[in-house]
């Protein structure tokens, strides 16, 4: 039976961060995965590297005027926290927002990590000022995407396994937590086969010996729940979203089963704010899957025309890229699982992003050059955005309007009235001649426009959708696209698990998506983006810098 200082559960983002602050100090740790060695990093690999930061040099140079109590605000804004049980996730929320606004892009930036120079806009809500959305650009995007967040971290624990204060064991999966006396001591589990499965594929679960290893805490950092679609619907808030969708397509590899959630409960932690989730409405089906029923979100611009799938154009706030869940309660209102953007080649080509590592090589590659061809120089849509629109299922080009619609209505279920749609965007276009208008969301594009980023690399100038010249028309069904749980186990500010009586279990920590990155739900019932990365980056390093924990 192997002893350590400290086991860690999961070794993704918060579990690597953890892992090299612990060794830092001198500590001996295992950590276990039942994923192969090439899933390192786990599900942040294949991110599209995007971190929450505020008053940074890369807001300023763009004009950017950002401040912790800005920040504070606009978080609580979105957070809505009213539950009892929300104590400790505000006290995180605090802290993540003061770590965001100091010591955290200095940190990173120390250890070699870079960002792209034009700060992102996202979830920007669209309601009053004290409600949700972020009030500026703060999505900073890493230098190298998810593979380049990851990085700094591994090598940090490369270096400790050369060592020999860190050892790395895959294909160990965990299935209990060990306790004495009512403090957890370890873990035992089964050992899997060895699988060459390229990294995300789904691995086989073939059972070759069982493992019993002890230590002064566990740290369990294994991540949420989305790539298991019964365990989401299981959760699912059903009075405030409505009932979940039949159909869901997974922005997750198979392995983020959520397994380890229960394991933990088990041991005596306790789960808070299960209810609360992150699933996007801007899914589409991956023509080249990765692992099963694989979707990738669009990132899209704000000037794509939404429709549900009957051809109604959704109300504000429920703008593409505004409001994620009062979107995706809109649209689980009309009894349909998708809805459909409606764009231009212009807007297709400026607007259009994909999330995900592997959807953005150029940003991947950190190539100057590539993102200057592919994003600025490039009369097309980035080389991953022209395939999906050649080979995904969910796109419809077409030369006029009567066509998109026989098309759209091929693939939604003949739902959309023809007539109906297009007094919908003819409506749209009248307003399109002056810098004024009562279209909220044209208000929204001249606003985004405002603001140099977005003018130079997100925002389509705005023009007539049925002008000839502007064409060809461009369709893309949506579908619900599983991603986030923001709640999870309990924890102090050190990532030490609360039970059912209020009272921390000896040995047992959580960091990362299971302790819905930090306190059991530090976003609240709403997401600003950048902070899923962030959570873990930061939930790992207070659990590693933790007295209480070994």
């Known amino acids: ?43 942040a690999f294949w991110s599209l590297g995007g971190l929450f930061l505020v008053d940074t040099p890369e807001q300023r140079r763009m004009g950017i005027r950002d401040s912790r109590e800005l920040a504070l605000n606009d978080w609580m804004g979105s957070a809505q926290f009213d539950r009892q049980e929300d104590f400790w996730p505000r006290k995180w929320a605090e802290a993540y927002i003061d770590f965001a606004a100091g010591e955290m892009r200095p940190w990173l930036r120390a250890m070699g990590m870079r960002w792209f120079p034009i700060v992102g806009w996202a979830e920007r809500g669209g309601s009053f000022a004290d409600g949700h959305g972020n009030s500026v650009p703060r999505f900073h995007l890493t230098w190298g995407v998810g593979p380049g967040t990851v990085a700094p971290f591994e090598r940090r624990v490369r270096a400790h396994v050369a060592a020999g204060r860190i050892e790395l064991r895959f294909r160990h999966r965990c299935s209990s937590l060990l306790t004495e006396n ?21 691995t086989n679960r073939d059972i070759i010996g069982d493992f019993e290893l002890r230590a002064s805490s566990v740290l369990v950092t294994s991540g949420g729940l989305g790539g298991n679609s019964d365990l989401v619907r299981k959760v699912w808030p059903r009075d405030r979203l409505g009932e979940p969708p ?83 309660r809109e649209i689980l209102s009309t009894g349909h699982d998708h809805s459909w953007f409606v764009m231009t080649k212009k807007v297709l080509k400026k607007e259009i992003a994909l999330s995900g ?15 200057i061809r592919q994003r600025l120089i490039n009369k097309q849509a980035t080389p991953p955005v022209e395939a999906f629109k050649q080979h995904g299922e969910d796109f419809v080009v077409a030369d006029t309007l009567e066509e998109l619609v026989a098309g759209m209505n091929q693939k939604g279920g003949n739902l959309i009235d023809f007539e109906k749609l297009k007094a919908q965007i003819v409506a749209r276009d009248s307003q399109i001649d002056n810098p004024f208008t009562k279209d909220a969301q044209l208000m929204a594009i001249h606003a985004a426009r405002n603001y140099r980023g977005d003018r130079l690399m997100r925002t389509a100038k705005p023009h007539r ?47 990362g998506e299971v302790s819905g990155f930090g306190g059991g739900g530090y976003h609240g019932y709403n997401a600003l983006e950048g902070t899923f990365l962030g959570g873990c980056i930061f939930s790992g390093r207070q659990a590693g810098r933790a007295d209480s924990i070994a």
Not at 182 to 202: I, K, N, P, Y
Not at 357 to 371: C, G, I, M, R
Not at 472 to 501: C, H, M, W, Y
Request: net charge negative; glycine share 12%; with cysteine.
């Open 465 to 511: 959708f049925l002008a000839r010249e502007n064409g060809p028309l461009i369709a893309i069904r949506l579908n619900i696209i599983t991603r986030k749980s923001l709640g999870g186990l309990e924890t102090d500010l050190n990532g030490q698990v609360f039970n059912a009586q209020g009272e921390l279990v000896p040995g047992l920590f959580a960091a």
């Open 246 to 328: 039949r159909q869901m397509i997974s922005g997750v590899p198979a392995h983020v089963d959520g397994r380890m959630i229960a394991i933990a409960e088990a041991a005596g932690g306790r789960v808070i704010n299960a209810d609360r989730m992150w699933h996007y409405t801007e899914g589409v089906k991956n023509w080249n899957p990765i692992w099963p029923n694989h979707g990738i979100r669009i990132l899209p611009g704000p000037s794509s025309m939404w429709f549900d799938a009957t051809g109604n154009r959704l109300k504000p706030p429920c703008m593409p890229g505004f409001d994620t869940l009062s979107t995706l």
């Open 357 to 371: 590592s592997e959807q953005n090589p150029d940003f991947a590659a950190k190539s100057w050059l590539q993102v």
């Open 182 to 202: 009512g403090a957890v001591t370890g873990v035992s589990g089964e050992v899997l086969a060895d699988d060459s499965s390229a990294h995300g594929q789904s």
């Open 1 to 43: 039976m192997d002893m350590c200082d400290v086991i860690i559960v999961g070794a993704g983002l918060a579990g690597l961060t953890a892992a090299a602050e612990l060794a830092d100090r001198g500590k001996k740790v295992i950590i276990i995965d039942q994923e192969p060695a090439g899933s390192l990093g786990g599900q």
